[in-house]
């Protein structure tokens, strides 16, 4: 596609539960980038991808947080037992050369 | 390990009012890039420039403009004759060509108010 694309744009969920997130990275790119929005901790890195493996997995705040990506497109950022500190908004960025343009994010909001 | 600053958390101008937003940065690296984005109230990150370490030119782009200076690690984003179109919250970055591919570390922030 023409941008970044993500969904859900939000997603309300119960303490506990696991939930998934997914990018739809800029069409071609091979690499991909997930950051985390939160009051407080500002926007952090994730995870990065090259193709359909992850080289940087550090910014990973849990092993509660995994993500995976196949066919060098889609990925999906999977939270387990979601905390009520997993609340956040989770961007996914797809690199042009030097510059990463963002998806809208996904608001998560766990109760 | 690199960091980014951005010592003004908000800031309110009234309309047509001139209004610069500070950024300093810290690396190790001699090759780097720096980043503005603009984040409206809609949530979604605008890209608004980069930079890299070896080009100290001054850029204008309508009524932005931005002053990068190695020697005070420094690269500040002036908006002239600002809007109310302007009021977001403006983020400073940087990255490194690592193993991390091109990741971005970012400040903290400025929220920027215009008001009418």
């Known amino acids: 596609g023409a941008g970044v694309s993500q969904s859900p744009s939000n997603k309300v969920t119960e303490k506990g539960k696991d939930v998934e997130l997914r990018c739809d990275p800029i069409?071609?790119?091979?690499?991909l980038y997930w950051y985390r929005q939160s009051l407080g901790q500002g926007l952090e890195f994730l995870i990065y991808f090259q193709g359909n493996s992850a080289p940087d997995k550090s910014g990973l705040p849990s092993d509660r947080f995994s993500a995976e990506r196949t066919g060098g497109s889609v990925s999906t950022l999977t939270i387990q037992r979601t905390q009520q500190e997993d609340s956040a908004v989770y961007l996914c960025?797809?690199?042009?050369?030097?510059?990463?343009?963002f998806g809208p994010g996904t608001r998560l909001t766990v109760l | 390990a690199q960091k980014v600053t951005q010592a003004q958390t908000e800031i309110s101008v009234v309309e047509k009012e001139d209004v610069t937003l500070d950024c300093v940065y810290e690396?190790?690296?001699?090759?780097?890039?720096l980043f503005w984005y603009k984040q409206p109230p809609s949530g979604e990150l605008v890209f608004l420039i980069r930079r890299n370490s070896f080009d100290e030119q001054n850029e204008i782009s309508g009524r932005y403009s931005w002053n990068f200076q190695k020697s005070t690690s420094s690269f500040n984003f002036t908006i002239t004759a600002s809007q109310v179109v302007d009021s977001a919250v403006y983020f400073c970055a940087l990255s490194e060509e690592g193993t991390s591919g091109s990741r971005l570390t970012f400040g903290e922030g400025t929220q920027l108010t215009v008001n009418p």
């Open positions: 960025a797809s690199p042009l050369g030097d510059t990463q343009y």
């Open positions: 069409s071609g790119h091979t690499a």
């Open positions: 690396t190790r690296d001699t090759t780097y890039y």
